[in-house]
């Protein structure tokens, strides 16, 4: 008997379990004849105590719906009886949602992504925090006219309904622009997505399922690890240092566990920066090859190189077939416009397609042509020229920031690429600590312990450079070394001992 009671309702119980009782019986699922539980067992399953079921099944008498006989218990009354019987109005009982959500639900909490978006919307606020293009780099003017020319022209057909692959003129373009990156595919071997953050959504419903093993940098992008977690995954980890994933380590978990497949950022790592060295990245090959796993590259900021030229993806190195990579829009151009791509084996995306089409159809037509008109009039490259000067001049105000303000202890990387920096934080300073502080002063960034899978990085802080403007950049990292000084100050002189080795290694 599934009876769920309400303790906070303001309904009683026996009234509680009279009336779920009372459904039972009218909707036949206890028929005439069944055998209620005895008051005794009935009480102690749901927790109550024995005069709460016996005020129940009073309630239930009165009403003509079950009947006492001695030796026999109590039994629903025939049909015949019930139906003279007038039924009063009954209450209608609260649903207790969280009865009804499946065990993954609650894994899907982030609170890290969550305070992303919303600093987005604190115009009082210099937040660090969300990894997103600078406002002031949109082409709005182009896209404006490109929008016009669209509406104007088109007839109408970029209002319509897509294939679930994407737009072949947009993956056309695709094939071009990674084919000058050496990637060498077809358009039929690329699929439009709503971000890359559908991508990796998309890559665990087609590839995992609760228990399945996946090996993940750490630390890592925390999107990344909110989806493997939702989908039940057992998360390997592999240390980042200055040169990228440690692949001796790697080398080792795969030896002992057979992933479905490795996730890696091989390039400016969401959230250290770093870049993987080009030896470690045919290490990771080699071994993807000899251990028969898959790599997925995120590839977000490949793109936005500053002190080197672009770095060769581990999709362009690859000879056999074993890299699907990922990438989007949403960190070169805009990032509302949701809109980004997978290149992988025929196969692979045949399975890509039909994941998609179970969950939205297709990515926006609308936006696919507005972007494939822009990528057409060959305005990305040229966009992606100016931010490239842009977010290198950004870095630079940072760094500068940092050494002018910083308090002993403090150390992070310098970047070449992408929009982060990964910072130590002085001995026995908390980040979480440091946040509270910080957010009194209106100043906010990620603390590092957002990109573990259990526990790490809690005396790491993630600061992005890219979307603040340049003016406030200097004031932001200004109130963060406040903040750290004066916590410094409140804790006793042992704990807030220099040791210099922090200056030299932030990953340590």
């Excluded at 109550?48 to 009947?67: P, Q």
Aim: charged content about 20%; some cysteine.
């Amino acid at each position: 008997m599934r009876i769920i009671l309400d303790r906070e309702s303001k309904i009683s119980l026996y009234l509680q379990i009279r009336n779920q009782i009372r459904r039972l019986i009218q909707t036949h699922t206890f028929p005439p004849g069944y055998c209620l539980p005895p008051e005794r067992k009935l009480a102690t399953t749901l927790g109550v105590n024995r005069s709460t079921v016996v005020n129940a099944y009073r309630e239930l008498e009165a009403d003509g719906l079950i009947e006492s006989h001695v030796g026999k218990g109590t039994i629903v009354k025939p049909m015949a009886i019930l139906e003279n019987v007038k039924e009063p109005d009954i209450p209608v009982q609260p649903l207790i949602w969280k009865d009804f959500y499946n065990r993954q639900s609650e894994k899907m909490y982030n609170p890290a992504l969550s305070n992303i978006l919303d600093h987005l919307a604190q115009d009082d606020l210099i937040s660090f925090a969300a990894g997103a293009p600078a406002l002031e780099t949109y082409p709005l003017e182009k896209f404006a006219q490109i929008n016009s020319n669209l509406i104007m022209k088109s007839q109408g057909y970029p209002f319509e309904y897509s294939s679930t692959l994407g737009l072949y003129s947009l993956r056309e373009y695709l094939a071009e622009f990674m084919a000058a990156r050496g990637i060498e595919t077809q358009p039929e071997n690329i699929i439009i997505i709503s971000g890359s953050q559908q991508g990796l959504d998309l890559l665990a419903k087609i590839f995992l399922e609760p228990g399945d093993a996946v090996v993940v940098e750490e630390p890592t992008y925390l999107g990344a690890i909110g989806v493997f977690n939702a989908a039940g995954a057992h998360i390997l980890t592999v240390p980042v240092d200055e040169n990228g994933l440690c692949t001796d380590i790697l080398e080792q978990i795969l030896a002992r566990h057979r992933p479905k497949f490795i996730y890696s950022q091989s390039t400016f790592q969401n959230p250290t920066g770093v870049t993987m060295a080009s030896d470690r990245r045919m290490k990771l090959l080699q071994l993807a090859y000899r251990y028969h796993v898959p790599i997925v590259e995120d590839d977000a900021y490949g793109e936005l190189y500053y002190d080197t030229p672009r770095v060769q993806s581990l999709k362009a190195m690859d000879d056999y077939n074993h890299v699907i990579y990922l990438s989007t829009f949403s960190k070169i151009l805009f990032p509302g416009l949701r809109l980004g791509w997978i290149v992988a084996p025929s196969s692979v995306i045949d399975m890509f397609e039909l994941a998609k089409q179970h969950a939205d159809l297709h990515s926006g037509t609308t936006v696919q042509w507005l972007i494939t008109e822009f990528c057409r009039q060959s305005l990305l490259e040229e966009h992606l020229h100016n931010v490239r000067d842009k977010y290198t001049s950004k870095r630079n105000v940072m760094l500068r920031a940092l050494e002018k303000y910083s308090p002993p202890g403090l150390s992070w990387n310098v970047p070449k690429g992408g929009f982060y920096l990964w910072c130590q934080l002085p001995l026995g300073i908390n980040a979480t600590t440091l946040l509270s502080k910080a957010s009194e002063k209106k100043v906010a960034f990620l603390p590092g312990d957002a990109f573990y899978v259990s526990t790490g990085g809690q005396d790491k802080i993630r600061l992005c450079y890219s979307r603040c403007p340049q003016e406030t950049i200097e004031e932001g990292i200004l109130r963060i070394c406040e903040a750290l000084t004066e916590i410094s100050q409140a804790q006793s002189s042992t704990q807030n001992s220099y040791n210099p080795k922090n200056r030299i290694n932030p990953f340590i």
